[in-house]
DNA sequence: CTGAAAGCGCTTACAG
DNA sequence: CTGAAAGCGCTTACAG
């Protein structure tokens, strides 16, 4: 017996069988053991510990998840074009699957296909999900979650906004950041100012730019409708937008671009028109990636904590998917911060 | 019988034992056709074919792995600090694995860890992954190569040399892009030419020099080893080279920045020393991250096909787990360009 | 609170 | 070239 200690894990995987052999109790017990059901004997329950520790075994996800007609694994559903959302998030995520027995499986798609839906419910039922995580924009497609619904597969949404129960839901509170960046403007005595949203698809467009003009609202500032355009979260979107508000016979003194995307594009449209930031034009994006802090002037910009989120929306699924001890009282709510740089300055009036 | 049909696959899934009813033959017989076996008759080929169309059947792989003792799951196990670099890497090796079967989930971990070896094993056995796909600089760690060679798990390695034989290779040939930077400089006259180096940890950091340096080399140009500065790839490391070049007596008028981000940091020194790029600095950086087109000027960068990459490494998986048709005779080799943007004009002697 | 039997949906090893 | 039996390593459903 003890030659299977000496070997260590070199031979084959101990089984539950050789730690049910071993504890001399049923399969059975062992199993009540590896998946924590409380009604088992303290001391019997110590024993199977023992041996399972003696044995190095580690129960073999692939044979539990034909079992339990369900496998280990998490989705990450996405369709987002920041490569710096994507992977901190991913990271959140692993962070919090750590030692849980889960993995996590990639699955990136187009929230435009046709076959959007049929493409993830394939991926659901053959991979028999245990949970998916879904980022915006996909956790603001309501087909997309209704079938996941009907699948009983669980998920968790990650959105500006509380979209579903707590349980299934991490809120962002974009709102909070575009509050923050209002208050710099108007603080810093700034008065005409433009605004650069995101495409109505995205949900953090709206709530973004509610929070923007109602704060400045509160300061007893207007923006002028001419001065409140349309992007879409592209580089050349803030680009175009960026040239528009410069061109006006009174441009802003500060533009609030919803994404740091269409902030370094309305940066490279000042520039083409031979203004310099931050002193003809302050300017705040949104995100904080990672160029953000590698463009000239450091860009200030409002920054989700991403991999947090990655986190918290980890660690619901795992309480949703029955594995974790606090299934309930989680924090759902998250909110960015304002991180200040070198591209706001107050107006020189 | 029809009845089936009818529901749909909206009723439990199909199994084999309904394919092998279905089409009069054994459960082994399926098997057969779905991993291909050659030796079928081809009239009980058609059967099954067509039993496992009319019933949406799909085999479930948890059950295959269990059976097979390999899962289909392809490891991505990365520690790279770009972004960009992991997600375009990740998409590629997903186009390729797509209708395969084969699912990807990744694995961040730190190549400086000590516990490194552990990890991944325990990763990997735990698994039971059907391969490994292991960028820069993982792929460059012989220890755990050795140990996925013992653990007989198939692999392809990332690398800017050829580390191993072609069915585990990705080469992706840095020196020529160094080359062609390198020429670049040369050819529009500069002569007082700086570099910053990546961290000799990672092979590319040599593989790039001397791609640079013999190139100049055969243009008659030495570099100064006053003017061959080390960096580790980090903006911090190519700010503070950018200042110790910038600040000899007799500046380079060009640097070759060994990544992108140096290559940014180099900009920064530039710029807080009171130059104007490109006008007193021409600038090549290395990567062609998403942020070289975003800044100004926009950098001059030496791109990797990263997505085709992940493409050509997950086809060198597919066949090496042999799941391909052509397993021989693929592509190994990549190669990078040299993005020509903004940061880079001709000496004014 | 514990266990013997049957089963999850496939493949391996062996016959024929 | 095809198949019946046993098995992969777990869990479910049912007893006791």
Redesign the interface.
């Known amino acids: 017996m003890t030659k299977d200690v000496d070997r260590g894990?070199i031979e084959k995987?101990a089984t539950i069988n050789d730690v049910a052999l071993r504890a001399q109790v049923s399969k059975k017990t062992v199993s009540r053991v590896i998946n924590r059901v409380p009604t088992v004997d303290e001391k019997i329950r110590d024993r199977v510990t023992n041996a399972i520790r003696e044995l190095g075994f580690?129960p073999?996800?692939?044979?539990r998840?034909?079992a339990f007609r369900r496998?280990f694994?998490v989705g990450l559903v996405y369709d987002n074009p920041s490569?710096?959302y994507?992977?901190?998030l991913?990271?959140g995520i692993?962070d919090a699957l750590a030692g849980s027995g889960f993995?996590?499986?990639?699955?990136?798609c187009d929230h435009q296909s046709t076959t959007l839906l049929d493409n993830v419910e394939e991926f659901v039922?053959?991979?028999?999900l245990a949970g998916v995580i879904l980022p915006p924009p996909l956790s603001e497609n309501e087909m997309l979650v209704g079938l996941l619904r009907v699948k009983a597969c669980p998920y968790v949404r990650i959105s500006s906004l509380a979209l579903d129960e707590p349980p299934a839901m991490v809120v962002t509170n974009d709102h909070l950041g575009a509050e923050e960046a209002a208050q710099q403007f108007a603080q810093l005595g700034h008065r005409r100012i433009g605004l650069v949203r995101g495409p109505p698809s995205f949900r953090s467009a709206d709530v973004r730019a509610k929070g923007f003009l109602d704060t400045l609202l509160k300061h007893g500032i207007t923006v002028d409708p001419a001065r409140d355009v349309a992007g879409s979260y592209t580089?050349e979107s803030g680009l175009d937008a960026g040239h528009r508000l410069l061109a006006m016979p009174a441009p802003p003194s500060a533009i609030f671009a919803m994404n740091d995307e269409m902030a370094?594009g309305v940066?490279?449209a000042a520039?083409e028109r031979g203004l310099e930031l931050p002193r003809d034009l302050s300017l705040i994006g949104f995100d904080d990636l990672?160029?953000a802090?590698?463009?000239?002037p450091n860009l200030t910009s409002v920054r989700l904590p991403i991999r947090e989120m990655g986190q918290l929306a980890a660690r619901k699924l795992l309480a949703t998917m029955g594995n974790q001890q606090s299934p309930d009282q989680q924090q759902s709510e998250v909110r960015p911060v304002l991180v200040m740089r070198d591209s706001v300055v107050p107006w020189e009036g």
């Open positions: 894990e995987p580690r073999n996800p692939q044979a998840s034909l496998s694994l490569p710096a994507v992977v901190n991913l990271e692993l993995e996590l499986v990639v699955h990136p039922e053959r991979q028999r580089f370094l940066m490279q520039r990672p160029m802090a590698r463009v000239w």
